[in-house]
């Protein structure tokens, strides 16, 4: 049974965000399709939508208990994570002070647009841009003691808000989704997602186990080989079931990851990614975003197409938002939306 009533909790998204189905995708992919649902979590509150909210609402909830008027958090240059932490700081009037990671060197662009124009946008109080290989945990250690020399109080929030408290938003998650099945008259069989951060796989993990209901959850990793990814999101899985003081184990046979769709590395596109943001925007009409959701989906359509993912399955695919990242990478579109273009006049 989830029970999370014990745990602190802001409020910024005051709906349950919709499970669509997505038939034209399917009609797209053919005959050996599953049935689609789209956990629609790109339409969550606070700025441009994402599954950063679920984690704020009590990750901030924490920060303001314990008395913090000063948020730190890290992420990379084009950081959805960053975005919506910023948002929520301007909800709860406290500073934002960011720490922007060149995850692949001379890419910061300070006249960027994406999340590096809204967070301009927004205000943050600071932003350091760290280099490839520079200690991100040192960095932030350091604003935090700059802070309270000022007499602030920081509250240091984990890139993607992925500690427990963090994944207790994907516990909550599973929990609003278990509620649609029943008038959606649904038994899915398999939920994917995006495993970055870790905090959504592992949120996810939890509530399934803790629910008992036989359903797997595959993690496409966005930055990360198998093993070191598949460890991560155990290790953050059975520390939230032990925070919600639960008895179920999480086994590593209950953390699925495919590494497949990486690519060259962390927000670097691949043909792969830019196909399956397009099918999505030219079968759905919905946005991806071309670091996470557009990698996911690209090794949700190669499981189906490799027949790894059964067409007598219904699965949902977590849409985690980030769409304001897409506008950032446009050169990358472009040759093969041209293509297109010309291929259909």
Do not use: W
């Amino acid at each position: 049974m989830l029970d999370l009533t014990a745990f602190n909790k802001k409020k910024y998204t005051p709906y349950e965000t919709p499970l669509e189905r997505a038939d034209k995708l399917e009609l797209f992919l053919g005959k050996d399709s599953p049935t689609i649902y789209i956990k629609r979590d790109d339409l969550l509150g606070l700025t441009g939508g994402g599954n950063k909210t679920r984690k704020l609402e009590f990750l901030m909830a924490d920060a303001i208990k314990k008395n913090s008027n000063a948020i730190i958090t890290n992420g990379a240059i084009q950081s959805n994570h960053c975005r919506l932490t910023l948002a929520a700081s301007i909800r709860e009037n406290f500073e934002c002070h960011l720490v922007l990671e060149e995850r692949i060197p001379n890419t910061f662009n300070q006249e960027a647009s994406g999340n590096n124009f809204l967070f301009q946008l927004l205000g943050a109080t600071s932003i350091t841009v760290a280099k490839k290989g520079e200690n991100i945990q040192d960095i932030t250690k350091k604003i935090a003691h700059n802070l309270t020399k000022k007499g602030k109080t920081p509250y240091i929030i984990p890139g993607g808000g992925s500690n427990e408290i963090g994944a207790l938003g994907y516990v909550n998650c599973f929990h609003e989704m278990k509620e649609q099945f029943k008038p959606l008259q649904i038994k899915p069989s398999t939920i994917i997602c995006t495993s970055g951060s870790s905090g959504t796989h592992a949120g996810l993990v939890t509530g399934i186990n803790i629910s008992n209901e036989p359903i797997k959850c595959i993690g496409i990793s966005i930055m990360r080989l198998k093993a070191e990814q598949l460890e991560l999101v155990h290790s953050l899985a059975s520390k939230t079931a032990r925070l919600l003081q639960s008895n179920t184990s999480i086994n590593r046979e209950d953390v699925i990851i495919y590494d497949n769709y990486v690519g060259n590395g962390y927000s670097d596109p691949t043909p792969e990614m830019i196909e399956a943001v397009t099918i999505l925007a030219q079968t759905e009409g919905i946005l991806l975003d071309p670091v996470y959701t557009g990698k996911a989906l690209a090794g949700m359509i190669d499981l189906i197409r490799k027949n790894k993912i059964k067409s007598d399955e219904t699965i949902i695919f977590i849409h985690t938002g980030g769409s304001p990242a897409l506008y950032a990478y446009q050169k990358e579109f472009t040759q093969t939306l041209k293509t297109n273009y010309q291929k259909s006049t």
